[in-house]
């Protein structure tokens, strides 16, 4: 089963809008990463938040944990038409070197 | 980039015939991973590799075997391809894993598997 759960699955925003997705999982974690997908390709790292973090930026990202009520949120200001793409969140739970990744959310910037 | 590649990028296969996919990287990174990605599914892990000789099981391993001689390639065999198989097989990188958890995962442009 899948740790991280994305929410909402799909986003449709205007160019210059905010974008702003949410991730939750189940059992306590490590670190949790943001991955985006660009149709057929292979995904990109984002951004790294680790547990005894609470908010980090990188760029036009934000990332926010709250490890009490196992969550996470991935913001994107002023959103461009190339930000279209799936975003994925992948989690760290300290099994082995391995991350569980939601299901994503696609989302599509309108220019 | 990381300089991660993944042969063939296309395969059309018919069931019950073996299938090799190769993953080739000049990073030197300890560790790499093979996901399979389907709708509806996002990313599952099928097998992973910890070091030359050593691996592991993912969460969707049956069916599937792997093997990893040396640091740069990582091998995934299907031994009888099945339908069930058909999907967009990803390669994963990763270099260190931290007292604070696992590092950054670099992934190869994929390989579109059909099993028809």
């Known amino acids: 089963s899948q740790q991280g759960e994305e929410d909402p699955q799909a986003l449709s925003i205007q160019e210059g809008e905010n974008a702003t997705m949410n991730c939750s999982y189940k059992?306590?974690?490590?670190?949790l990463q943001w991955y985006r997908q660009n149709s057929g390709r292979g995904l990109v790292h984002l951004i790294l938040?680790?547990?005894?973090?609470r908010e980090k930026h990188s760029g036009r990202l934000r990332v926010t944990l709250d490890t009490s009520k196992k969550s996470s949120s991935l913001l994107i200001t002023a959103s461009r038409a190339a930000d279209t793409a799936s975003y994925f969140c992948a989690t760290d739970a300290g099994s082995g070197s391995r991350l569980t990744f939601g299901e994503g959310t696609q989302l599509t910037v309108n220019p | 980039d990381a300089g991660i590649t993944q042969s063939p990028r296309h395969k059309v296969t018919e069931t019950g015939t073996p299938v090799t996919l190769r993953c080739h990287q000049t990073e030197n990174h300890r560790y790499m991973y093979w996901y399979r990605q389907d709708p509806g599914h996002g990313l599952r892990l099928i097998h992973y590799?910890?070091?030359?000789?050593?691996?592991d099981k993912g969460e969707v391993s049956d069916g599937y075997s792997v093997s990893r001689s040396k640091t740069e390639d990582f091998l995934l065999t299907l031994e009888s391809a099945t339908s069930s198989q058909t999907s967009v097989y990803f390669c994963?990188?990763?270099?260190?894993?931290?007292?604070?958890?696992?590092?950054?995962?670099?992934f190869g442009p994929g390989t579109r598997l059909t099993v028809l």
């Open positions: 938040i680790r547990s005894n973090e």
């Open positions: 590799s910890y070091g030359v000789k050593d691996t």
């Open positions: 059992t306590s974690i490590n670190n």
């Open positions: 994963a990188i990763s270099g260190t894993r931290t007292s604070e958890g696992t590092d950054t995962q670099y």
